[in-house]
């Protein structure tokens, strides 16, 4: 491939993803688009953003509490898993601004609401740290 078309292609990107960020705290430039949708479906677009923000937060405190009440693990294991459930919950915090702000242009616009594998990644990752949870327990893995 042509690197100049390589660089295009990633300042193309990096552009849209400026644009998309911009835009998490410009909420006028996304009121300006299209039609104001019926405000059940925007109250529901933002209780929706708050149970992510609030997941976001469970996964912060899960974090937190496994590195400070998990003191007879090994602190290897400890930090890994405190580190994984602060950037899991960084993340869902991140993907809840950028979708509430996706599904409210899909609805201004009268599009589909976007897709999104980010629960099922999100319901994954949960369900790994919980598996490893078990593990460090029931072989009593310690200092």
Excluded at 5 to 17: D, F, K, M, Q, Y
Excluded at 29 to 37: K, L, N, Q, S, W
Excluded at 45 to 55: G, K, Q, Y
Aim: one cysteine or more.
């Amino acid at each position: 491939m042509d690197p100049s078309v390589r660089t295009a292609g990633i300042r193309g990107r990096l552009a849209a993803v400026t644009g998309a960020v911009r835009l998490w705290f410009a909420p006028e430039r996304v009121r300006a688009e299209g039609e104001t949708p019926d405000y059940r479906f925007s109250l529901a677009n933002e209780r929706t953003f708050l149970a992510w923000l609030r997941t976001g937060l469970a996964l912060v405190g899960a974090g937190f509490a496994a590195d400070q009440f998990l003191p007879h693990t090994a602190r290897p294991l400890r930090l890994a898993l405190a580190v994984t459930l602060l950037a899991v919950g960084a993340v869902c915090a991140i993907r809840a601004v950028n979708h509430w702000v996706r599904c409210e242009r899909a609805m201004r616009k009268g599009e589909d609401l976007p897709l999104s594998r980010f629960p099922a990644a999100l319901a994954t990752s949960v369900a790994l740290v919980a598996l490893a949870i078990v593990v460090f327990v029931a072989l009593g893995w310690t200092r």
